[in-house]
């Protein structure tokens, strides 16, 4: 099973064509400084000087820890929307906004790009309540990986790519123990990301944060293990449950996020596998 999608489905008048014209009209009826607003307030780039009443409101506010995130959905939606059209205007706005987003990723030292600030992914690493900093970024993860894929941008890549070198050496810096901690609270889809990237880039960092989260659902039952042993050799018989609840939650939880995340990728896989045997196929029948 393979899916149909770009030019080879067709629109005929009717509802549906009404609908993908309003769809691109929406797209490009919101204004780039306010798409990138976050961003650039992140980066030192945004010169405002007071409210803004034309600034998107709700959760994209400056106020708000899901700011800035819109973008990565705005970004899906214009790479799925040339890949159907190809239209001239949409891969310009695209263009742009791309170009802004690597000045912004340069000014703030030439890995971090998101609209929010690094010390939110710190924080959580503390155990500190924020309002889902991996989700909101893992929106301009698949954005960028969108637009290099449907659209043929390079540079949406090499910002993607940058960042994740930020991730990995985040990561790193965390015992495996606080890395667990910081997964229990949130994953925000993340590990999606990882095999996308390594399926495009096969570099190795991707798949050692592919394999992070079943390793760490491993030794989230071995540590918990440990305890639950030495509570039975001092007779606090009313510990050993508990902790036994916490080992055997860690490891469905770490498993089955290891398995998504390799499922996506060797489906993927094998669909980059049947895209290039066809390739192969014309060319050998056009050359002949």
């Given at each position: 099973m393979k899916e149909i999608a770009g030019k080879k489905v067709i629109l005929t008048e009717g509802e549906f064509l009404r609908r993908e014209e309003a769809n691109k009209r929406y797209l490009m009826k919101l204004e780039t400084p306010y798409l990138l607003r976050s961003y650039l307030h992140e980066a030192?780039?945004?010169?405002?000087?007071?409210?803004?009443?034309?600034?998107?409101?709700?959760?994209?506010?400056?106020?708000?820890?899901?700011?800035?995130?819109?973008?990565?959905?705005?970004?899906?939606?214009?790479a799925l929307h040339y890949q159907e059209t190809e239209d001239v205007e949409l891969k310009a706005k695209t263009e742009v906004i791309l170009k802004e987003l690597e000045l912004c990723q340069k000014d703030n030292g030439g890995e971090w790009v998101c609209p929010i600030p690094e010390k939110y992914l710190y924080w959580i690493g503390k155990g500190r309540n924020i309002w889902a900093p991996q989700y909101n970024i893992h929106k301009l993860f698949m954005g960028l990986i969108d637009v290099y894929r449907m659209m043929e941008q390079p540079k949406a890549l090499s910002i993607a790519d940058k960042l994740a070198d930020w991730f990995y050496r985040w990561s790193g810096r965390y015992t495996r123990e606080e890395f667990d901690d910081i997964l229990d609270m949130e994953t925000g889809g993340m590990l999606e990301v990882w095999a996308d990237l390594y399926e495009i880039t096969g570099q190795e960092k991707y798949k050692i944060l592919i394999r992070l989260a079943p390793a760490l659902g491993l030794l989230g039952t071995l540590i918990p293990m440990g305890t639950a042993l030495a509570s039975v050799g001092n007779g606090e018989i009313n510990l050993v449950g508990a902790e036994l609840v916490v080992a055997f939650t860690t490891t469905v939880v770490g498993l089955a996020v290891g398995s998504i995340a390799f499922l996506i990728h060797s489906v993927k896989r094998r669909w980059a596998a049947s895209d290039i045997r066809q390739i192969e196929y014309i060319t050998e029948v056009m050359t002949r």
């Open positions: 030192g780039r945004y010169s405002g000087r007071g409210p803004d009443a034309e600034a998107f409101g709700g959760w994209e506010d400056l106020s708000c820890q899901l700011r800035g995130h819109f973008l990565g959905h705005w970004l899906s939606a214009a």
